[in-house]
T-cell receptor, first 112, second 112 residues
Framework: AQRVTQPEKLLSVFKGAPVELKCNYSYSGSPELFWYVQYSRQRLQLLLR??SRESIKGFTADLNKGETSFHLKKPFAQEEDSAMYYC??????????????FGKGTKLSVIP | EAQVTQNPRYLITVTGKKLTVTCSQN?????MSWYRQDPGLGLRQIYYSMNVEVTDKGDVPEGYKVSRKEKRNFPLILESPSPNQTSLYFC???????????FGSGTQLSVL
């Protein structure tokens, strides 16, 4: 079974400090990994995914297959980064196994 | 405007009274799914659908039914709701497995 672990329920950092939101996964195949974000009073939305290897709003995430991790990082936190962050894993094996598993989420609070 | 629409936003019901939460998308997406969000448990997938008439169970399907008779609609049915189904429910869709999910605004369900 696939599993996504986000060890921190809450992470508080000062504005301008580096941020790292941890995500570890367990899955025997080749996963697709995502970070989703939910700002206050807004819908969940995709932040980034590992296959695109892009930087969104200053955030990056690298898939480390050896450590089975997909940590989200940003060098300098901004107040507007305060939100709930979810790591998610998608697998597909053969004909249409589109099951998507989310971690329990980490609430990031950026202190002014 | 491209979006996923869920109705209703809020629903209070009693144990055993059948209910349906509707979900509709106007983006011609193949993939649709339902999640429930509970404090401390994050998002858990209930059911998903890869296309019309193709559905499969997620992590927590017990007590729920779905149907996908048309591409744009993916209703969630609770035949006999119970208090442990009190939760915040999200519908989401994407073009296919590897594309980002678009989320609805959520349905807060309370079963008394």
């Amino acid at each position: 079974a696939q599993r996504v672990t986000q060890p921190e329920k809450l992470l508080s950092v000062f504005k301008g400090a580096p941020v790292e939101l941890k995500c570890n996964y367990s899955y025997s195949g080749s996963p697709e990994l995502f970070w989703y974000v939910q700002y206050s009073r807004q819908r969940l939305q995709l932040l980034l995914r590992h296959i695109s290897r892009e930087s969104i709003k200053g955030f990056t995430a690298d898939l480390n297959k050896g450590e089975t991790s997909f940590h989200l990082k940003k060098p300098f936190a901004q107040e507007e980064d305060s939100a709930m962050y979810y790591c998610a894993l998608s697998r597909g094996s053969g004909a249409g196994s589109y099951q998507l598993t989310f971690g329990k989420g980490t609430k990031l609070s950026v202190i002014p | 405007e491209a979006q996923v629409t869920q109705n209703p936003r809020y629903l209070i019901t009693v144990t055993g009274k059948k209910l349906t939460v509707t979900c509709s998308q106007n983006m011609n997406h193949e993939y649709m799914s339902w999640y429930r969000q509970d404090p401390g448990l994050g998002l858990r997938q209930i059911y998903y659908s890869m296309n019309v008439e193709v559905t499969d169970k997620g992590d927590v399907p017990e007590g729920y039914k779905v149907s996908r008779k048309e591409k744009r609609n993916f209703p969630l049915i609770l035949e006999s709701p119970s208090p442990n189904q009190t939760s915040l429910y999200f519908c989401a869709s994407s073009l296919n497995r590897d594309e980002k999910l678009f989320f609805g605004s959520g349905t807060q369900l309370s079963v008394l």
